[in-house]
């Protein structure tokens, strides 16, 4: 397989994608010990194939295919991330919850390992900030439930406040006229670079000339972030949910731009 684009952050040494005729064969190349319960596995999820249901683990049936028509692909995984995608279940208040879905006293659950979040058994990459951000939230949530308690404080204390692009060079304002470049580093590490025309001491437009970011979330944002750029004249602007990462290399752009403006 070969791309026309090179990649970046691509390690060879885990690219493991077997192709084999057989299931034998792909056992074997994936270095399967237990060859025995990798064929009855198989057998078993083509049984729930013809059944229209999966009763082990719930998939919907219609991503349901049989493994029987060769060649077949097997890619060995390699751990990068542990974690807990399906947690026990809590309710608003971050409080576990027994079998009958009542609260057990005294205890609570916050991040990843708190309720059935994700909906699955894997763990999405594309979201930055994802279960840092549900760490964040039901901690605080939990905290302030278990002071209103009998013997609680009744309140917590917070300080402290997170903001986006705090320090912009777009509030300053002070640019020259003319359509200005600059650059700033992506979601995956490439460079976002953009065009920034400046006519009348403001903003006039942005274009994204180069950028490498998930179509479906950095590449969906980035029309938003143009948009707020021009009508506030700063990139002192909110992020898109999921789309932080790309928040930063756009503004970071738009200021390297800008900082030519200025000077």
Not at 28 to 45: P, S
Not at 155 to 163: D, H, Q, R
Not at 170 to 195: A, H, L, M, P, R
């Amino acid at each position: 397989m070969s791309f026309s684009t090179a990649r970046t952050g691509v390690f060879p040494h885990l690219i493991d994608t077997w192709r084999a005729d057989t299931l034998d064969e792909l056992a074997d190349k994936l270095g399967i010990e237990d060859k025995q319960a990798f064929l009855a596995t198989i057998e078993r999820y083509n049984t729930l194939c013809s059944k229209g249901a999966d009763e082990d683990f719930g998939k919907d049936k219609k991503w349901m295919n049989s493994i029987k028509k060769p060649p077949f692909y097997g890619i060995r995984r390699h751990l990068r991330v542990s974690a807990l995608c399906s947690g026990v279940y809590i309710n608003a208040n971050g409080q576990t919850l027994d079998e009958n879905k009542m609260p057990i006293e005294g205890l609570y659950c916050a991040g990843n390992l708190g309720g059935q979040f994700y909906g699955a058994a894997d763990y999405p990459f594309h979201a930055t900030g994802l279960s840092i951000g549900r760490c964040f939230t039901f901690g605080r949530l939990a905290a302030k439930h278990a002071a209103s308690l009998s013997g609680g404080s009744g309140k917590i204390a917070e300080s402290g406040t997170t903001t986006v692009a705090a320090s912009s060079v777009g509030s300053s304002g002070n640019w020259k006229d003319g359509t200005y470049q600059g650059k700033g580093s992506g979601v995956f590490g490439d460079d976002i670079k953009v065009s920034v025309t400046i006519a009348g001491g403001k903003i006039t437009a942005i274009t994204v000339d180069e950028q490498k970011e998930t179509e479906t979330i950095g590449g969906v944002a980035l029309p938003t972030y143009i948009e707020a750029v021009i009508a506030n004249q700063s990139t002192g602007i909110d992020a898109v949910s999921g789309a932080t990462m790309t928040l930063k290399g756009f503004t970071d752009a738009v200021n390297d731009a800008l900082a030519k403006a200025s000077a």
